[in-house]
C-alpha cells in the first residue's frame, strides 16, 4: 500500500505501446498507487484505456513530461529498473543492482519521494539515462529469457514494495543533492582535479552517494566539510 512514509511515482520512459501504458496504470491500481508520470510517450489511444480498466483516473491523471529530470525533479531518490542488471556506465564505475525486495528493506523506516523509472519495451534505459538515477533494480527472472513485459515488471515491482514499514527518517530534498554535487564539483575544480576525469569521477561520486541515501542532516554536514576544506585551501 502507499504509505505516509515512502511514496512511490512511476515513471515510464517513452514508452511505445499505450496499451502497456494502460496495464501499468492498471497495476498501480491494484496496489493503490496514483502517482504515474509520462516522459514522451507515445500517444494514449483507446488501447490505454481498455486495458487500464477502472484505473482510468489513474491514467487521466498521468504528468506528462518531455524530460526525465523534469519527471524526477522532486523525487528524493531515482531508482532505475532494468532487466540488465550488469550494465554499466563506463569502465570503473559500478552499478550495483539490487531486488525490489532488496529495495524494500532499505527504505524501511525512510520518508521520501522516490521515482522508479522503467525504460522504453524495447531498448530500455540508455546509459546517459540511467546515470541520472541513485540506484539500480532488477527483478531475478530466468537467464534463458530474462526480459519482462513493462507492465508485469511493474505489477512485481509494486507488489514487492507494498506495506513498507512506515518510516521517519526523511531522505534529502533532491534540490539540497544538487547543490552538494555542484559544490563537490567546484571543489574538485578548486584543487585543480584532472580535468579529463573530472565527469566520470563526478559520475561515480553521484553513485556511492546515491547508494547511500542521505539525510538533509547528512548532506548539511557534508558540504560543511567541503566549506572547510575550501576555507585552508585558500588561506
Do not use: W
Not at 491494484?30 to 494514449?44: G, I, K, Q, S
Not at 512485481?156 to 521517519?168: A, C, M, P, T
Not at 585543480?192 to 566520470?200: C, G, R
Not at 542521505?214 to 576544506?229: F, K, N, P
Amino acid at each position: 500500500m502507499n504509505t505516509k512514509g515512502i511514496k512511490i511515482r512511476v515513471v515510464l520512459v517513452e514508452p511505445l505501446y499505450d496499451g502497456n501504458v494502460g496495464s501499468v496504470a492498471r497495476s498501480m491500481k491494484n496496489f493503490e498507487y496514483d502517482d504515474l508520470a509520462l516522459v514522451n510517450p507515445c500517444r494514449l489511444k483507446e488501447q490505454s484505456r481498455a486495458m487500464a480498466m477502472h484505473a482510468l483516473d489513474v491514467l487521466e491523471n498521468a504528468s506528462i513530461h518531455s524530460t526525465i529530470l523534469d519527471a524526477v525533479g522532486d523525487s528524493n531518490l531515482i531508482i532505475a529498473a532494468t532487466g540488465n542488471p550488469g550494465k554499466r556506465i563506463e569502465k570503473h564505475i559500478r552499478m550495483p543492482s539490487y531486488t525490489p525486495v532488496e529495495i524494500k528493506h532499505m527504505l524501511e523506516d525512510e520518508t521520501g519521494l522516490i521515482s522508479i523509472l522503467f525504460g522504453r519495451e524495447d531498448k530500455g534505459l540508455s546509459n546517459r539515462e540511467l546515470g541520472l538515477c541513485d540506484m539500480i533494480m532488477s527483478i531475478p527472472t530466468g537467464h534463458e529469457y530474462p526480459s519482462m513485459n513493462i507492465s508485469h515488471a511493474c505489477t512485481v515491482v509494486l507488489y514487492e514494495l507494498s506495506n513498507i514499514k512506515q518510516g521517519s527518517i526523511e531522505l534529502a530534498e533532491r534540490f539540497d543533492l544538487d547543490l552538494m554535487y555542484d559544490h563537490f564539483h567546484e571543489l574538485m575544480e578548486e584543487i585543480e582535479y584532472p580535468e579529463n576525469k573530472l565527469d566520470k569521477t563526478m559520475l561515480m561520486v553521484r553513485r556511492i552517494f546515491g547508494r547511500s541515501r542521505l539525510t538533509a542532516r547528512e548532506v548539511q554536514t557534508l558540504r560543511g566539510l567541503m566549506r572547510r576544506i575550501q576555507y585552508h585551501i585558500r588561506h
